[in-house]
């Protein structure tokens, strides 16, 4: 039993349907602030269970819950002769497995009309109740924004029947930074967690044991003592007056017991140290009946170093039959837990690592590299680190003095691998700048790139011009086309020698000494006083 | 793997409902659903589950076979059918989903490729007459996947009452003979007193053919095991009712009355009596029994005393019955070889077999000699049925 996919409509950030598909065991999705991630894990969390930061949607609908351009397109539209229905959120989540719980659940009833075991959570337009008010708050033209008082959720299984959170198998555990608090200032998840983790008879022998204790201190002899006194004393009427415990059914004993932690109230321990005790917890559970979820926000939040190793140290090892999807913007959390599960959000694009044609090849290199694309708002790949310091000041000169990254843009050095950065970034709409040389085929770069002419976010920049000259080395000719020769080029020979602090007589003298030192070269360019010119394919990569 | 499918044959007052319950309590590591015709009898089935056990079990499910039809038949997999949503059901009496009436006044219904119209009323409600026919074309549209989740939604499926199921119902029941789900039938043959569909398909099993529709409809690998003998005894009627009402269908083999202390004890000598009409208040006032007629307005029944229509009667059980036979009935009294229409025939055999201590039935009789087993009420004999009436 595994949450196989999830589609997103209108919900927050997602306009468009948003489909995501799920690995079995481990999901690690990763994205830069903003692109989504918490509201894939708040989707899945709500499809579940119908709550939202902790508490019942159903009674705390608003219209900010909508996506934005889907509002205001049907704002738009109301005051044109074809106004548009009242736009719907919709969560769809379509399970794996064959049991027979999951066999309750199948249907055709979804926005696939495929033949599939699963939920349907919306929040839409109440058409059975308010038809006659909304025809008249249309009629009025005032307007401003959906008008959620006539809202209403369903939870439906794909066999189409109002289903509520017990009728899904897969129970969750989210795992936030938010604390959302009981009346009685216990934590709202962590209650869920335990009584998840416990199976239906120990349940039902602690609610015997609470509904005990409730009683063995009504019939304590003391309280009825106080309750005569109270009576006597309070004389509002001829009716006694008495304290006693509530003994209504509703209060559950989840929300009226508090988890501890080495005699501390859980709210009161750390962050951190509640995040690892709740994943613990949610990964204890053994049920056989249920499967088990657990969705992580971003965990590397409150935890130091070493207890994150630790923490992912026990989602790696003992997820076992639990399927799980964090959220992070970590690399270093990504890179720990394995490229394999990486699934890279941007702007409601979204690459799994593992179907990139270059996958072995990212699986192989540490993945640091890998995550800085993909987070990067905007790039700029060259080869090697010289050209990387070269690129970085020739930025800086051009924009005030301030670094690339400082405005969004990531300089990476990707040795000879750029088609397989470039495969990630198009795949996610990455805006990127590839700085290379000629290398004296001016031809033989534009078809190696030619995939990408009139691509909107790839530019591949190059010196068309193929230079020769008669300098030879070791008895081959000098490669009069790589970034050194092309920045004397753009200089002159005084010039560079007063920043390289040479005294080269001739510029084969220099050329010779740039190609044996190069980075030496490019960290004196790059921490120079001097502005230098830079070659033109250079200027183009970082003109705006 | 086919389930290990069966029908059980039961005589009237044999404990049919107990039976299935008792089974479905058996059944602890597997879903069960247990489904009948009527909305009465699924009350009957929930409140036996308390009576036995005390409580419905987490994996019992207990449906009527329309409630079964839409939430399981129709909406799962409507997609490839239809797209609106269904608004419930609509009990029909008469044929449905008229467009036109021609001018013979017959009328004319819409076309079955107008999905919209020929299965569903303007409100959106399902014409209970072709909720099967509906199913089955969810069914065929989507590959089987219908009954294919079912039997993965439960393992067991017991109906009770399986003789009201008529028309496209039987096709259901042969898909789920057919799927890996167990199916377990409980009915009696004899008892078949609503007309429940006015569709021309397996017409010839109507009227309690369903043994005849599960050994000539159903391939040779699918096996369904008949029963005729688990629930052939009545614990309800003493030998002289079952033999008297076994009569009404020669073809089928003899209930008995059961034998055991339990069932015997009340029962003195329980009589099939000929009560004439001089004698009818005179008995009401003496004996109190329960009057069952044809219908609320024949002729006959004292208003002053309880009274019930056959239909209505059954599942019940009474200590003392009177019945207000229609003419063909008497007819049938004085000639076993009259002719009775199948409907007639099921009201009276369901009349006959509600008693637990005597049954009556309203009618002058000449010089003739009695049929077999029965006997002329004399004044006075009344002191030997011994016990008030009461319901069940």
Sequence with gaps: MKIAKVKITNFKCYEETFTLNFNEGLNVIVGTNESGKTTILEAVYLALTGLLHGRPLKNDLTSYLFNLSTQTKYLQSLETASPLQPPAITIELFFSGSTSELAELEGDGNSEKARCSGVVYRIEFDEDNFRGPYEELVKAGALRSIPVEYYTTTMRSFARKGITARNIPIKSALIDSSSTRMQNGSDVYVSRIIRDVLEEKERAAISQAHRKLKEAFVADPNLKLINERITHAAKISQKAVSISVDLSSQTAWESSLMTYIDLIPFQYIGKGEQCVIKTKLALSAKKNAEATAILLEEPENHLSHSRLNELIADLTQQHGQKQIIISTHSSFVANKLGLDHLIVLRGGEVVRISELKSSDFFRKLAGYDTLRLALASRAILVEGDSDELVVQRAYMDAHDGRLPIQNGTDVISVGTAFLRFLELAEALKIPVVVVTDNDGDAEAVKRKYAAYDGSPTVRVCYDPDVETGPLEVKGKPFNYNTLEPQILNANSRSVLNEVLGTSAETDDQLRLHMRANKTECALAIFGSDRKIEYPDYIKRAIAP | ?392
């Excluded at chain 2, 076979?65 to 009496?93: A, E």
């Excluded at chain 2, 004319?108 to 919209?116: H, L, N, S």
């Design chain 2, 1 to 392: 793997m086919i389930g290990d499918n069966r029908i059980v044959i039961a005589a009237a007052g044999s404990g049919k409902t107990t039976y299935l319950v008792e089974e479905a309590c058996r059944i602890v590591d597997a879903k069960v659903l247990i489904t009948t015709y009527t909305e009465s009898n699924e009350a009957e089935i929930r409140q036996r589950f308390f009576d036995l056990v005390g409580h419905v079990p987490a994996n019992v499910t207990i449906m009527t076979w329309f409630s079964f039809l839409i939430s399981h038949g129709v909406m799962p997999f409507q997609g490839g059918v239809f797209q609106f949503p269904v608004r419930g059901m609509v009990l029909v009496q008469a044929a449905s989903g008229i467009r036109y009436k021609n001018r013979m006044g017959i009328g004319v219904p819409w076309p079955e490729q107008d999905t919209g119209r020929h299965f569903f009323d303007p409100a959106g409600r399902v014409y209970s007459d072709k909720l099967a026919k509906l199913v089955i074309r969810c069914n065929d549209a989507s590959g089987g996947a219908v009954v294919d989740r079912i039997a993965r939604v439960f393992q067991h499926i017991l109906v009770d009452e399986v003789q009201d199921l008529a028309g496209c119902d039987l096709d259901i029941l042969a898909a789920l003979a057919r799927s890996r789900a167990r199916l377990l039938m409980v009915g009696d043959p004899r008892q078949v007193t609503y007309l429940t569909h006015h569709e021309k398909r397996l017409k010839k099993y109507a009227d309690g053919g369903i043994v005849a529709f599960l050994r000539n409809e159903l391939p040779r690998k699918v096996h369904v095991e008949i029963d005729e003998t688990t629930l052939n005894r009545s614990h309800r009627n003493s030998s002289v009712i079952c033999e008297v009402s076994s009569r009404l269908y020669p073809s089928l083999s003899a209930t008995r009355a059961c034998e055991c202390v339990g069932c015997r004890k009340n029962v003195g000598s329980a009589t099939v009596l000929i009560l004439r009409k001089d004698d009818y208040s005179h008995y009401l006032d003496r004996v109190r029994p329960m009057q069952l007629r044809d219908k609320v307005t024949s002729p006959g029944v004292d208003p002053n005393s309880p009274s019930m229509n056959f239909g209505e009667s059954k599942g019940r059980g009474f200590d003392n019955v009177v019945v207000l036979p229609t003419e063909p009935m008497r007819l049938w009294i004085a000639d076993p070889g009259a002719a009775l229409k199948p409907q007639t025939r099921a009201r009276f055999y369901v009349a006959l077999t509600r008693a637990r201590l005597s049954v009556a039935v309203a009618m002058d009789w000449g010089d003739g000699r009695l049929p077999e087993g029965f006997s002329l009420y004399e004044r006075g004999a009344e002191a030997t049925m011994a016990g008030p009436t009461g319901g069940r």
